[in-house]
């Protein structure tokens, strides 16, 4: 249903995604990893229309999504959510309003700014609030709302779309642990009971790992990995991560072990000098 | 340890020496600028500050002398140059309104990230600094002359200028605006209209209300004054009475008073309004 | 008794630049005359040249008769008249003329009726006080007031701005100076049309006159009474003698052609005091 | 999930919305409501009556145009050009441009075949190209009275009374009167900009003036032309530059004088550093009065004390912005950063070291940017309140403006006006970012 | 040589610090630990003169501090440096006119006024710097500067007071693990090479256990322990925090090694819904 071939994003002289190609063929929960700079975001945003490829071709069920235009491209982007690390929502407006911003690409311009959205749209929205947790919290303002609520509140806006596929850009970078659980659990949820396609951009391995059916991997622009979560061993890491025979998984992992020995190293230090 | 790269010392030295020579010689011009501009101000001056100096009180005098015993007059003037000063007032409000608008469409498609067109961008911005640059008095001048007097052309006059203020500190709050709910509502196939209003609006309104109203408080005075050139309002009167001199001061105190007070009024109005917008509960 | 300078003021009616330029002769022969620093002012209004005169920083000034009464009546010790300019036929008198539009069918007062009514300067004799005291005497029914008998009264701001308005229609008529002697198609011998007519704002043609005051008399030349009596002296001698030595200076300073002029003092104006403290408070 | 928990969110969602709606609708209405009181009480439509557009057309034409009147004095009979009908744009006695000749009978070229010639005996011939549907019109004065060939109807060129006959066409007026017969014809451009016509160098182009031979024998030409230029009597480029120089010495004088009363006043008046009540309370209304009068009222209350001048218009800024600074240095003051001050006093400085140190450094750079803000919000106050009293450029554009005829000169005071702001702009941004980023 | 004796401070009806009591014989480097709000700051600043105590008493080699006015109260505070959470240098005045302004206490008014600094000074304050190691950026603003390189500025500001005490109030609070570390081990120097008594808030316990010869903690404004590091147990640590069983030290430590059981829980809740 989504097939990608040769898609290419150049800025200036820098190559961002390089003849990235990959096809899918029925929905499925996709996880993208990649060090900082290999081109995760800016292939999503591609995607999305967000961003104008350089070349390449992105179809889906038929579409061919880099040459809509207008209205047609609008549509698109309204098949197909986004939900971003920093959640970008309108941290001034209350929750149920971020929700219904949804459904802008399918209502009028007119409509919209006098704030006059059907009922059963905001029924639906917060129908879509109560499945992601948080319906108590509609009437609050986005910025009210902790990380992973706001997140969900990002997801809810997405679900309110009624998108063909969900793109996900880092959707737990900015969260602790504790959010970011939550937070994973409901894109594989509504990938599981609604059958939406996700592809979610991960920067651990282990969260890759742990939620996606398949993992494509990628480095510099290029995709170097693609297939099952399984297939994901330390060596080809430190393929996608281009890291040397030191490269320890933990590197990438969201849990800071890595301070311990420094901390015990300071510790000797002191009690040296005392 | 004790080892002291001795070019730390010298560099810091230097460093010292040139900022106290700078600032030494940005006074020494400035106090120069400042004495100079003065001494020849003061020649070009039929009366000179000094011989002025004891004099300054004596305008005020002679108004309160002859007001004074009038004094039971003065509500009677009051309201009968109360229409006036409405006039003034709405001038001040209308082309505030119109101006902030049109300041809103033209600071939104200047400022990089939201325009709807990349391209004009400079365009516009020129366009804002000329709305800035002319003063209402010349716009309202030549208004006159076309449209003849009366409200209208001040408030053309106010409104072009505020085009250009409001529309300067308007990009200014647009570029801190943060971008990310723009990006998210792109994401969902909105139209620029859409992002702009619920995407931009929610973040820098409050902002942009505190400066209109800033502005309206400046227009107010802007219109009393245009008055002076034959522009309708309190102005016109107050500029009669007061070149009548002895005889219709009492009148002239009167406007004075009402346009005194209007302006202190707005202004604590508008700075409290300003506060609460600023640092209390926002209004949207 | 020393002075280190001496400040004429000019009044409006041209571009403040060219008002500068007509009077620069009479600035010349000053300071000549007195040998201190001579400063020639023009500020936009009849109050500015007034405040500068009753504040003392301008010495001399060529007033309106109108402007020398307020003068005299915020501080009679301020200045005293010494000069007058006299009209080719020798008198010292102009007239306030109501004018309209030849289109508008206007012919008189009697005409003006529920039309807008326009006054010069407040400070002015002819562009306002004169008028409002006269024109009123015209008809029972004629008064000041505005939306009583006329729609509305304004006022312009000046002479010029007078005749421009009414040329524009903006307003129905309005008054302003002239000398009443010659034709009206060249605005008369002297005045605020004649003028108007010389620069090509207006054509004669086009207006009617409606209405003219009893002969107003010229305003003074004042110099302010604390200065030096040998300075007095000569700045009289001076003016009065400016004729006699340089024409062109002369029509310069008066503003269109005149004989000289010659002394006048107080009392000549005692009549438009006593009109323009009835127009006060 | 269905249940009453839901309905009730249902309901309370409904509701923010609905109100949000109210919000959205009611804001606009009220603006609208507004809009529509101002359109009946400014009385917009009989705007567009009173509007005149013919005065619209004078301007813009007469602003980048300018006309030479040949004229005839009809009691000596001696013909003169001048430009702009101004002594000082005269040709010399004798002398004309070569569309005019003199003679016995004078004749006018107009531009499109029209022409006009003075005959003997105080009379002219408007004569129409060949082919022009209008009839030619042949005028005289006899016995101090217009007579013409014109019959009972007038044209709509024509206007004509017993002693006046206006004639205008689109290529040029022609007026006869008693006195005078007058032929004014339009050029574009703005004529004797460089040079009036009694310096030897108009006429000359740059190039010939600047490399070419020596025109005047006195004079090198680049001395004598720059002297020709600057003290050109129809524009005035000396006076004009004297009288913006004299608007940027207002808005400066005032502007730093201000500012320097206010620094220490804003202590006073500043909530973290004044323990008295009543000086920040009376400190505080006198801001509020000198500003809330503003800079206009108070030159006409200085002018008494101080007569027209620079001073008086530098002096009503300098009052109306010691206000303004007092208020906004009072303000940057209440929001300093304590932490600064904290840091110093723990070493044990004293209060004024603390003012010194902990204070001075961070409010500097704000007064110092808002202080050169206002340097260039007050060129333009300077314009103002010099077209009022003070003098400088404003009193030339106003003055030009109200007497309604030289509109060229109009256009060329708004142009510098508009550079004189912009540049004032420029030059102050240019010093903040000296002064504050880099030290 | 410090003796404190009943220290109060009350703020309405808020005791910020409540009858403290404690005495230091030699130069100690002490660190005060305790819960938000238990009135570490407060008490620095009593000492340090810098918010006049309720009640109680301050004795420091005889002066009793309390009572200190005008001069004398400013040569207390010349003699007892006090270091800032937020460093609270002037930002926009070079490093080494921060550092100077050590010296304000000594010097005439006048001349410091006009910045008119001894020669001899600046040698010292750029010597003291050169020892922290920050000798190189004398010449910059202080803005300019890292967190914990401005940290090191203030405590040049501190050693040119020559201060007979430093007191610092979490100066690693803002501070990131490798900054803080660096200016703790300053600190520690100090204390050992010039012989100083230094008294610092800390808000963690292995911060405190690290570096200091005694732990005085601190719960709702009362001095809860005052012992050796070593005596400080879990239990110790849950009466100053005021814990209930479920404490456990990782929770005010800055290292995040308590978020694994967190993660491993996550990861067995995945794959239970997987
Ligand atoms: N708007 C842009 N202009 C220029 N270069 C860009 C732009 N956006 C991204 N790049 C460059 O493209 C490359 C890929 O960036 P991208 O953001 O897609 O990487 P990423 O894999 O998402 O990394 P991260 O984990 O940091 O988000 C980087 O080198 C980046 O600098
Ligand atoms: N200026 C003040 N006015 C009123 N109350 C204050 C003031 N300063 C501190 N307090 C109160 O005194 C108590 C102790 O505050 P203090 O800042 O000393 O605590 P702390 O131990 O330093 O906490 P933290 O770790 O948050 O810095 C708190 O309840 C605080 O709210
Ligand atoms: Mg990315
Ligand atoms: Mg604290």
Redesign the interface.
């Known amino acids: 249903m989504l097939a990608i071939e040769g898609l290419t994003k150049r800025f200036g002289t820098n190559t961002a995604v390089d003849a990235a190609s990959f096809t899918v063929d029925e929905p499925r929960m996709i996880g993208i990893i990649g060090a900082s700079g290999a081109g995760k975001s800016t292939m999503l945003r591609m995607i999305n229309r967000l961003t104008d490829a350089t070349e390449g071709r992105v179809a889906f069920e038929g579409r061919d999504v880099l040459t809509l235009r207008g209205k047609a491209r609008r549509d698109w982007q309204s098949d197909c959510a986004m939900i971003f690390q920093q959640f970008n929502l309108v941290p001034r407006l209350d929750v149920v309003s971020n929700v219904l911003h949804g459904t802008l690409g399918r209502r009028s311009t007119l409509a919209t700014i006098f704030n006059l959205f059907p009922r059963e749209d905001i029924h639906r929205a917060i129908d879509i609030l109560a499945r992601l947790g948080i319906a108590e919290h509609a009437a609050k303002r986005a910025e009210a709302l902790s990380g992973g609520q706001q997140q969900r509140v990002a997801i809810a806006r997405a679900l309110m779309q009624e998108p063909k596929m969900i793109l996900a850009d880092e959707p737990i970078a900015s969260l602790d642990p504790m959010n970011a659980q939550t937070v994973m659990e409901a894109l594989r949820r509504i990938h599981e009971e609604d059958g939406r396609m996700v592809i979610a951009n991960l920067h651990t391995l282990d969260t890759a790992r742990r939620y996606c059916d398949r993992v494509i991997g990628m480095r510099k622009g290029r995709i170097v990995f693609d297939g099952a979560p399984e297939l994901l061993t330390t060596g080809a890491a430190r393929d996608i991560y281009g890291a040397g025979a030191d490269f320890s998984e933990e590197a990438t992992s969201t849990e800071i072990r890595e301070r311990e020995p420094y901390a015990e190293a300071a510790l000797r230090d002191a009690e040296a000098t005392v | 340890m004790a080892y002291v790269d001795s070019d730390f010392r010298a560099h810091y030295f230097e460093m010292l020496r040139r900022k106290r020579l700078y600032s030494g010689i940005v006074l020494a011009i400035f106090v120069l600028l400042l004495a100079s501009g003065f001494l020849l101000a003061n020649d070009r001056n039929a009366g000179g500050f000094l011989q002025g100096m004891p004099q300054v009180l004596d305008f005020p005098a002679d108004v309160v002398a002859d007001a004074a015993p009038k004094v039971a007059e003065l509500p009677a003037h009051l309201v009968t140059y109360f229409p006036a000063l409405l006039e003034t007032v709405n001038i001040a409000a209308v082309s505030t309104l119109a101006g902030g608008v049109l300041a809103i469409f033209v600071s939104l498609l200047s400022t990089r990230g939201l325009a709807r067109f990349p391209r004009p961008i400079p365009v516009f911005r020129r366009f804002m600094d000329l709305c800035r640059a002319i003063p209402e008095i010349v716009i309202a001048l030549i208004l006159i002359f076309v449209l003849g007097g009366g409200p209208v052309p001040a408030m053309i006059a106010i409104a072009f200028h505020t085009i250009g203020a409001l529309g300067k500190l308007f990009s200014e709050v647009n570029e801190n605006a943060d971008l990310k709910p723009v990006e998210g509502l792109s994401s969902v196939g909105a139209s620029w209209m859409q992002r702009m209003w619920l995407g931009v609006v929610p973040q820098v309104a409050p902002n942009w209300l505190s400066y209109a109203l800033l502005r309206f408080e400046i227009n107010v005075r802007a219109s009393a004054i245009l008055g002076f050139v034959g522009a309708g309002g309190i102005g016109y009167e107050l500029k009669n009475t007061m070149s009548w001199g002895q005889g219709k001061f009492d009148e002239a105190a009167a406007i004075f008073i009402l346009l005194f007070l209007t302006i202190v009024v707005f202004d604590q109005l508008s700075s409290a309004v300003r506060n609460r917008l600023t640092h209390g509960r926002a209004v949207l | 008794q020393e002075i280190d300078g001496f400040n004429i003021g000019i009044l409006g009616g041209e571009n403040a630049q060219d008002r500068l330029n007509s009077y620069q002769c009479l600035a010349d022969y000053t300071e000549e005359a007195l040998g201190v620093d001579v400063k020639l002012f023009a500020p936009a209004d009849y109050n500015g040249v007034i405040q500068g005169l009753l504040g003392g920083t301008i010495d001399m000034a060529w007033l309106g008769a109108s402007a020398y009464a307020a003068t005299y009546l915020s501080d009679p010790e301020a200045v005293e008249p010494v000069l007058v300019k006299i009209n080719l036929d020798g008198s010292y008198g102009y007239h306030s003329i109501g004018f309209a539009r030849k289109d508008a069918d206007i012919a008189s007062l009697e005409d003006m009726e529920g039309k807008v009514f326009g006054f010069g300067d407040p400070n002015s004799t002819s562009g306002y006080l004169i008028p409002s005291i006269e024109i009123p005497q015209e008809g029972d029914a004629i008064t000041m007031e505005p939306g009583d008998y006329f729609q509305d009264v304004v006022f312009t701001g000046g002479h010029e701005q007078t005749i421009v308005a009414v040329n524009n229609g903006d307003i129905d008529a309005g008054v302003t100076w002239a000398d009443g002697q010659g034709d009206w198609a060249d605005g008369y011998n002297s005045g605020a049309l004649r003028k108007a007519v010389d620069a090509g704002l207006v054509d004669m043609n086009d207006m009617v006159e409606i209405w003219r005051s009893k002969p107003i008399p010229e305003g003074p030349v004042v110099l302010r009474k604390a200065l030096p009596d040998e300075v007095k002296a000569t700045m009289t001698e001076l003016v009065d003698g400016i004729y006699d030595r340089d024409q062109d200076c002369a029509y310069n300073i008066a503003a269109g052609e005149t004989l000289g002029f010659d002394p006048i003092d107080h009392d000549a104006y005692l009549s438009i005091i006593e009109a323009r403290k009835s127009q006060s408070n | ?1 269905q249940g009453t928990a ?1 309905h009730a ?2 309901a ?3 509701a ?2 609905s109100r ?2 109210l919000m ?2 009611l804001v606009p209405g009220v ?1 609208l409501a ?2 529509v009181y ?1 359109f009946f ?4 439509p009989g ?1 567009a009556q ?4 013919e ?2 057309r004078t ?1 813009i034409r007469d602003a980048y145009s300018y ?1 030479t009147h040949v004229t005839r004095d009809n009691r000596s009979g001696d013909v003169s050009v001048s430009i702009e ?1 101004e002594r000082k744009g005269d040709y010399p006695e004798g002398t004309a441009p070569e569309w005019v000749a003199l003679g016995e009978e004078t004749v006018v070229t107009l531009p499109r075949g029209h022409e006009v010639r003075f005959l003997p005996g105080n009379a002219l011939v408007y004569d129409f190209p060949e082919g022009d549907p209008r009839a030619d019109i042949e005028a005289r004065i006899e016995d101090r009275e217009v007579v013409t060939d014109i019959g009972e109807a007038l044209p709509d060129h024509v ?3 017993s ?2 006959l ?1 004639i205008t066409t689109e290529a040029g007026r022609v ?1 006869l ?3 005078r017969t007058e032929v ?1 014809r339009y050029f574009t451009g703005w004529e004797l900009f460089f040079f009036t016509l009694d310096s030897p160098y108009h006429g000359h182009s740059f190039w010939s003036i600047a490399f070419g031979e020596r025109i005047d024998s006195e004079r090198t030409n680049i001395a004598g032309a720059v002297s020709d230029f600057w003290n050109n ?1 129809m524009w ?1 480029h000396k ?1 004009v530059a004297w009288a913006i120089f ?1 608007t940027i ?2 808005a ?2 005032g502007t ?2 201000a500012a320097l009363i206010a620094l220490p006043l804003a202590f006073v008046a500043a909530r973290n550093f004044s323990r008295l009540w009543a000086a920040r309370f009376g400190v505080r209304r006198i801001f ?2 000198v ?4 800079g ?2 108070w030159t ?13 218009g ?1 002096l009503a800024i300098l009052l109306t912005d010691t206000g303004t600074f007092g208020k906004l240095f009072s303000e940057t003051l209440e929001n300093v950063d304590s ?2 001050i ?9 209060k ?2 603390r003012y ?3 204070v001075i ?2 409010v500097i ?1 704000v007064f110092l940017s808002q202080a050169l803000y206002m340097l260039e919000s007050n060129t ?1 106050s300077a ?2 309140i010099g ?3 003070g ?1 400088g450029i ?13 509109w060229e ?2 256009t060329y005071y ?1 142009v510098l ?2 550079l004189m ?2 540049f004032m ?1 420029s030059a102050s941004s240019w010093l903040r970012n000296k ?1 504050i980023r880099g ?1």
């Open positions: 999930m839901s969110r249902y309370a969602a409904e923010l919305l949000k709606r959205a609708f603006v507004y809009l101002i009480a400014f009385d917009i705007l009173r509007a005149d557009l005065n619209g301007l006309k009908g206007s004509l009374s002693s006046r206006n007026s009167t008693n006195n004014f009597a005035r006076d004299e010495l207002m400066f004088l730093a004088g509020d009065f500003r809330g009068v503003d206009l009222i006409i209350v200085l002018s008494r004390a101080f007569g027209p001048g620079p001073l008086t530098a932490k600064q904290e840091g110093v006093q723990s070493t044990g400085a004293k004024l070291q010194r140190f902990g450094p961070q750079p333009r314009t103002i077209a009022i009293t003098g404003g009193l030339l554009l106003t003055q030009a403006i109200i007497t309604q005829k030289d000169e109009v708004i006006i508009i702001v912009m702009d002064l030290e």
